[in-house]
């Protein structure tokens, strides 16, 4: 549970471990008062027998990684462009959506995902930009350090290389955060899309439908004048009925071809056309009674 969390809330679980690494950077005793923090030797077994040079040679690779991370974080601030003209697309696919389903939920859920998909990426864009500015530090070696002696020097660079990796990792969990945010950018993008592309019609769109009276079954297929029609007065049921009705009380084969009827009822003419088991309604219009 705590996995998921973490991938919907990523922006979470950074803030967590970088407030961890921030205070071994500046540790505090039980009063609260600043002290010295360790350096990465304190870890390494026979530490004694590595001399400044070496030390000297992690320390200058800590800012290759430093420089290495910020390129990432440019590099993202590209995808972010590219994702963010995603999202300028997809906000006509919104009114798509709420035509094609025409359920509130729907189109409600169409619209949340797509402002949770903006919301990650500026959240995305706001990370790698703090990288580069907020977070653009590294900790160097005192020149009184380099004039003190080797015992000094070798002192100061401990402590500059253990500051300068954890600084590191913070900007790695930025840079990485951001990678998460875009993904889930993405992510709620492509929920968007599939229900833009899925093969659904709502019942305004469809053009045809299967009613049963008796003992016949018949299939209806309306033109796009009679979807309209229909679809604007709702009166797909009393056109049903009143074809299937004129259909049972005569013979079926009088009414193979193209028909037309007058329901008094609802003062509509229906022209359609019958073949076999398929009634394909053509044309509707109102009809005033002289």
């Known amino acids: 549970m705590g996995k998921i969390f973490d991938a919907v809330f990523p922006m979470m679980a950074n803030r967590k471990a970088n407030m961890i690494l921030r205070k071994k950077m500046s540790p505090q005793n039980e009063a609260g008062e600043y002290i010295e923090p360790t350096g990465v030797l304190v870890y390494v077994e026979n530490?004694?027998?590595?001399?400044?040079?070496?030390?000297?040679?992690?320390?200058?690779?800590?800012?290759?990684?430093?420089?290495?991370?910020?390129?990432?974080?440019?590099?993202?601030?590209?995808?972010?462009?590219?994702?963010?003209?995603?999202?300028?697309?997809?906000?006509?696919?919104?009114s798509s959506i709420s035509e094609k389903f025409q359920i509130p939920f729907i189109a409600w859920l169409s619209f949340?995902?797509?402002?949770?998909?903006?919301?990650?990426?500026?959240?995305?864009?706001?990370?790698?930009?703090?990288?580069?500015?907020?977070?653009?530090?590294?900790?160097?070696?005192?020149l009184t350090s380099l004039a003190n002696g080797e015992e000094i020097l070798r002192d100061d660079y401990d402590k500059c290389i253990a500051q300068n990796q954890m600084k590191n990792t913070i900007r790695n969990n930025y840079v990485f955060t951001s990678y998460a945010c875009i993904r889930n950018a993405l992510v709620c993008l492509f929920v968007i899309f599939l229900f833009v592309t899925i093969p659904f019609k709502s019942p305004s769109e469809e053009t045809s439908g299967v009613l049963s009276y008796s003992s016949q079954a018949y299939s209806f297929m309306f033109t796009s004048s009679a979807i309209?029609?229909?679809?604007?007065?709702?009166?797909?049921?009393?056109?049903?009925?009143?074809?299937?009705?004129?259909?049972?009380?005569?013979?079926?084969?009088?009414?193979?071809?193209?028909?037309?009827?007058?329901?008094?009822?609802?003062?509509?003419?229906?022209?359609?056309?019958?073949?076999?088991?398929?009634?394909?309604?053509?044309?509707?219009?109102?009809?005033?009674?002289?």
């Open 47 to 94: 530490s004694d027998k590595l001399s400044s040079e070496i030390l000297k040679e992690q320390y200058e690779y800590s800012f290759k990684t430093k420089d290495k991370l910020e390129d990432k974080a440019k590099t993202n601030i590209i995808g972010i462009t590219i994702s963010i003209t995603l999202i300028i697309g997809a906000s006509g696919m919104l």
């Open 112 to 142: 949340l995902l797509f402002m949770v998909s903006v919301a990650y990426m500026l959240l995305a864009g706001l990370l790698v930009i703090r990288v580069l500015t907020n977070e653009n530090e590294a900790y160097i070696v005192k």
């Open 228 to 290: 309209d029609y229909i679809t604007e007065y709702d009166v797909r049921n009393v056109v049903e009925s009143a074809v299937i009705n004129v259909i049972e009380k005569s013979e079926q084969s009088t009414h193979i071809g193209t028909c037309g009827i007058i329901d008094v009822n609802s003062n509509l003419f229906i022209k359609y056309e019958v073949s076999e088991n398929y009634i394909r309604i053509l044309l509707i219009e109102p009809y005033i009674t002289p």
